[in-house]
């Protein structure tokens, strides 16, 4: 059995919020309330995480908002041509140590950036859900965010998300309207093996 949704087929029958989340950049420039983004960013807050460290930490501004200037200019120009239409941005961080249960001193963590992938992919899926999407960006000036975000040095800056209802793609150049779809995957057969690591 396949699933087609958005142009996309799964191989397998799995909820359709999988196909329908995607990383669009035309966005149409809608003001997004706080309640709203902070029902997004709720979905985060309830990943899994080594320990329940939950080493994540989310800085956000909304469009036109405190910050957004700020969070804008720290994406690098491509991003930032598109994403500026976007309603929110988000800069996902991740805390590089934790304290394991009954510890007294904390201890660098193996899963900080697996742990905060987890809850980036919580907060897409479920901005996708309440009609809006997430896109993920690793453009952007991560020296100049540690010191205009104040970042301290114990969190990894892993990246930025736009947020925004998707839009019309003809404010987009000719070469990314043609790439502005939701985009295929490899073969299950290529990224999965059993029993030991063979390549696909
Ligand atoms: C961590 C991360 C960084 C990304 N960086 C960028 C980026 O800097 N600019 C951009 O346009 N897209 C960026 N993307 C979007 C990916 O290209 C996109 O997720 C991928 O092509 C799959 O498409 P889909 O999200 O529409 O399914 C990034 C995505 C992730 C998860």
Same mark, same amino acid.
């Given at each position: 059995?396949?699933?087609? /949704? ?21 966005? #149409? ?13 709720? +979905?985060?807050? @309830?990943?899994?995480? +080594?320990?329940?460290? =939950?080493?994540?930490?989310? /800085? %956000?501004? $909304?469009?036109?908002?405190?910050? @957004?200037?700020?969070?804008?200019? *720290? ?6 041509? @598109? +994403?500026? =239409? ?7 961080? #991740?805390?590089? #140590? *934790? ?10 963590? %193996? ?6 992938? +987890? ?5 897409? *899926?479920?901005?996708?859900? #309440?009609? @809006? =999407? ?7 000036? %991560? ?7 104040? /970042?301290?040095?114990? %969190? ?19 070469? *990314?309207?043609? $790439? ?17 690591? /063979?390549?696909?």
């Amino acid at each position: 059995m396949t699933l087609h /949704v958005n142009s996309r087929i799964a191989d397998h029958v799995i909820n359709p919020l999988f196909l329908e989340r995607w990383s669009p950049r035309a966005y #149409s420039g809608a003001e997004i309330s706080k309640a709203e983004l902070f029902e997004i960013l709720e +979905a985060a807050r @309830w990943a899994p995480s +080594a320990y329940n460290a =939950q080493p994540w930490h989310f /800085v %956000y501004a $909304r469009r036109g908002e405190e910050g @957004w200037d700020r969070l804008l200019g *720290l994406l690098n120009e491509f991003n930032r041509s @598109w +994403a500026q =239409q976007a309603s929110a941005l988000i800069f996902v961080l #991740s805390k590089t #140590s *934790l304290l394991p249960p009954g510890a007294s001193k904390e201890v660098p963590s %193996y899963t900080h950036s697996f742990d905060a992938g +987890a809850a980036w992919g919580a907060l897409a *899926l479920q901005a996708a859900h #309440s009609g @809006w =999407q997430a896109h993920g960006m690793a453009g952007l000036d %991560y020296d100049r965010a540690r010191t205009e975000l104040e /970042v301290p040095e114990s %969190y990894r800056i892993e990246a930025a998300v736009a947020i925004g209802r998707p839009g019309d793609k003809t404010q987009l150049p000719e070469a *990314l309207q043609q $790439r502005e779809q939701p985009s295929p995957r490899k073969a299950l057969s290529e990224i999965v093996s059993e029993g030991r690591f /063979v390549a696909g």
